[in-house]
């Protein structure tokens, strides 16, 4: 399953970096890949083996905001 979801507190390709890294390292999430100019991250997910919710406090802890 594909996602995509508004992402607030990215300023750079470091942030990028940091929250792309994180969501792979998931069960589940087969691709993830984040644009600070866009604020928004795209996941390529197994809905399966991962949630929504999982994957929303995983980007959080890497101190960033999930719209919605």
């Not at 607030?8 to 994180?22: D, I, N």
């Not at 069960?27 to 949630?51: C, F, L």
């Amino acid at each position: 399953m594909k996602s995509e979801m508004k992402v607030s507190g990215m300023r750079c390709s470091g942030c990028e970096l940091l929250v792309t890294e994180a969501l792979e390292e998931l069960d589940g999430v087969e691709n993830a890949e984040a644009s600070h100019q866009k604020g928004t991250i795209s996941i390529d997910y197994d809905p399966d083996k991962v949630s929504m919710d999982i994957i929303k406090e995983v980007i959080g802890k890497q101190g960033f905001n999930v719209a919605g």
